[in-house]
């Protein structure tokens, strides 16, 4: 039985309490929120126990440590986990600075703790699917990432993203390298702001085209915007010597309708909390999982790091409009 | 906060407790089963308290009785619940015979007690939209509603099952009931048994066709077997001047590989627990609300007896080689 | 170098001019029509000389016969070329008239002349490679033919047309034995007028449901009806133990647009022009190839006179409201 | 009725001929061929007579001129043609020189004779619907074209191409050009010899992918392989601010298998004869109409030019790894 405190009571906070209650081999003990009301809630249905957050991970009955809490607090309490010798589980990204993020890497090293960062994505059944059927395409040639949100964040939130390729893009360029059977080595990157004039004056872009080389020549394309009127567009497409593999959006119903005018079907999931509903799940019991079997975590503060570096060097590229070595 | 007594603590009573557990509305109060161990199972899981099927029904603090017993226990566990004068959730069928199920019919017109039956395909979210949008049609026609299992229960359970059209077609039936703008009034059958000869040596038939009019002339056509090589065949279409409604099978994932030999795509949903998990929860949920705000059964006790009574009339028409007249 | 005499000039008779002129292996010689501008107009097309029917089917430089004129011409026309010992293709029905049909039938059992009757369907490339896959099912348990026209041919057409079975469903009834490794022995229909009531005053229905069913107890469901706004509705199921085949509608194009209200897709193809262009292409193609090469037709007199039985027999179990053994 | 002659007597050449066959309005007088035997069999199936390429451009009854010979003497025969004051329908490309096709194109700017380039993609009816539905769009702001061909041409082709950008993807880069609201400003490019290294030793790439922007901003990605197992992957994709249009590959039959390891389609369409056989008739037509009715061609020598000029700058940023401004 392992035992888990709570950093971050909000809407991924409660998702993942409400995952880790339906998990057999844990046990939520402490909730801490810097708005106590969302640690009383959520405390209330856990039936947890509501601290600070320095008390919940430094406390002695408590194996591991969920950061669900805002992007500028991961670094500090994944040290404070680390020093606490705690299994950690951190919601993605580590930290909007490389570096800082490199010194949690570098914690995670010395004392060598489990640490896995929270790329939901890789646990979408659909990709998890494509991922294991890529043998079927002999050598991987060319990759095509489509991802697009249904609507822009506030210009509050962008503001402090730290710009579309660390904020959104980087679950993308997490999944090429997941997919790549080789890192990336070369990137280049188109963006504009298409969408919302405001996020311009932000100093921020809400549509992107780049493009990821490897070294024995693997491309792979990414396609970002802040808004399809559509829903949630979340697509793959990974093509090799034998053909290609395909992963698709769901759809909400499979009911349509053919009348005079053609066929009509249903909307795609709308946003990330209904399209990956299975893979915050899957990913939870893998975190648990892996810490209960010493088994390793599925994303590593590594993967974190090198996503934020080709987030980096995305943004190299697109302000020197030039394909940029990593 | 509705005060459930749950009786029966096998697969289905189990999938119900989960559900309840997770409405905010209702609480689990007692639980009974005949194998006492599964009782004590699922009062550990819920903080129910394990009682005989008599004392949960009866209990004073309870508000509603489910009943997720063998079909046999339902007509007598009904009759109790409703003595007790309890909010009844059973789940299909109410009784084999249909002397019996009218009689709970009676006994619920006589105290007006809230009785909701467990059709679940209703709750099915693109069986849903498709019957919302049936105005889109404009008159409606035809209906055709193809139900396959992924494979036949064992004989031993055949033999006391009623037999395909009570214990399997039953569910079309009340699919179709549910669809059309009318009661069928006539009823025509074929069936053989092809899948497993053993089934025929019970007295009973793995694949059938049976054929549904209403006054006015809309046709309905039910196409049955007991096994689907490829999983749990469940599709509707609705035709009409206007156009057509179809709802297909979902499948496990979206992912699709193309190769020299043409496109693969991944399996349907094997059978019913997973086809229809958003169903059983919007089920439940359906009963809750509407004991809590006193609104109609979403599927009455006699939407059970008029399915059985096609289901009758089928066995009938299979026999006579003609169209029956309910 | 197969010399070719086209009896009827009219909008099929022009198709299969078409296709006649495309193939290296035959020629047009003589054009026919009882309306001599369509005649002369189609002999200017493709350089044949127009004569009467008559002469069409005698002249001594002739080898075969292609007979597109109506309906009630064809038993006439057929007897004509069998007497003259021209080879034939001829388009369904043979003749309304049962007893007729047989005697053509007979009639080409006593000449032994190749007798090809235009069963234009079986040639469809997406239901040949339907049949062709047929072995992956195993054992054949269950045949679904939906098959709907856009619209329905005028009253004045319906009236002489033999009503829907013999006009209509015959195609599909001619499928349903193409695809069943047996012949259908029995036969239940129901049938009404739900789309347009001068059908009815014309003695017709518009609407049916037929079920056949084979000795060994293989079930095969046709679905009619004489309007669809979504165009022209022709599928097939195949289902046996091993999974199961569907033969869908081609859509005029791939193109789709998703917005917020979801998908859209295009129209499938409008009517049998259309949908059927190829099989009409492939099927002028296998006449001309089985005279050339002595092969034996592909749809035989014999499969007219058995598609033409089971219509009768359709009318029969429609006014009987049972069962009816073939 | 045009007079035309038709220069190339290979395969494109015989496509067209049979295309001009079935078109009323127009007539092959002459037909060259540097390969004569060649243009004696597509004059026997014409009934044209076999001239020099020379005689065929400048005979006096002849209206216009089908250039389909090797793509090294359109340049000269375009040039011919316009002097002798001929209508002019070129396959692509109009010459692999940049500077040559700019001298067409002045040349036809003197004459100002008709001149319409064979980019036969603009024909085909999926993308056609895609372009007419663009307004569903609102403001386009991202475009993706995937394009691969089933297998590579033999080397020796590849030897005397002008490479994969002027070769192959200046097809999508005309498609690109048809579809943006303004003339792409900035290309950029990778590419790599991924499928044959002997495409490398002959200097040239098999794999690549293309970003395209436009002076507002609007982003397109052309994805291209000179070899796809799965046959001609020929799909666009329109996403801007109120949808996505996806034109998707046509399949060679609607039929599917569905057993116990999933479902099975039918292979996509497997070269450029198959899938744009529509794209390719519907092309000469427009010529036709075009030259007949005095309207301006639909893909004129200008965007020959233009997508050449594309071309050499995909290549010029492949080699500068930047970004390269048109």
């Known amino acids: 039985m392992l035992n888990i405190s709570l950093i971050g009571a909000g809407r991924i906070g409660k998702l993942h309490a409400h995952h880790l209650m339906e998990n057999a081999d844990c046990k939520i003990v402490y909730v801490a929120d810097a708005f106590e009301e969302n640690a009383i809630a959520l405390a209330a249905d856990t039936g947890a126990k509501v601290v600070s957050a320095e008390e919940a991970i430094s406390a002695k009955d408590v194996d591991a440590v969920i950061i669900a809490s805002p992007t500028d607090t991961h670094s500090h309490y994944s040290h404070l986990a680390l020093d606490a010798g705690k299994a950690i589980f951190c919601e993605k990204p580590i930290d909007l600075d490389l570096s800082r993020a490199k010194k949690i890497a570098d914690h995670v090293g010395e004392t060598n703790l489990p640490y896995m960062l929270g790329f939901n994505r890789r646990f979408d059944p659909s990709f998890m699917r494509l991922k294991e059927q890529l043998p079927l395409l002999g050598k991987l040639e060319q990759v095509l990432i489509v991802s697009r949100d249904p609507s822009p964040p506030p210009v509050s939130y962008i503001e402090h993203s730290g710009g579309l390729f660390k904020d959104m893009m980087i679950h993308d360029l997490d999944i ?20 919302d004039p405001e996020i311009a004056t932000a100093g921020d872009i809400d549509t992107a085209m780049v493009t990821l080389k490897t070294k024995s020549g693997i491309q792979c394309q990414i396609i970002n915007s802040r808004r399809a009127a559509y829903g949630y ?23 349509t309708f053919m009348g005079k005018d053609g066929a009509t079907g249903d909307k795609i999931m709308h946003f990330f909390l209904e399209r990956y509903a299975d893979a915050y799940r899957l990913q939870l019991n893998a975190f648990v999982d892996s810490v209960v079997n010493g088994s390793p975590a599925a994303t590593t503060v590594d993967d974190g790091v090198k996503a934020l570096r080709l987030a980096e060097a995305a943004k190299e590229s697109l302000d020197a409009g030039k394909l940029v070595t990593i």
Chains 1, 2, 3, 4 share one sequence.
């Open 176 to 195: 090429a390298r997941w997919l790549l059977p080789e890192e990336p080595t070369e990137i280049f990157a188109v963006g504009d702001c298409l969408v």
């Open 233 to 255: 567009d979340q697509r793959i497409e990974a093509f090799g010597e034998a053909g290609i593999l395909k992963a698709d959006n769901p759809t909400e119903t499979t009911t």
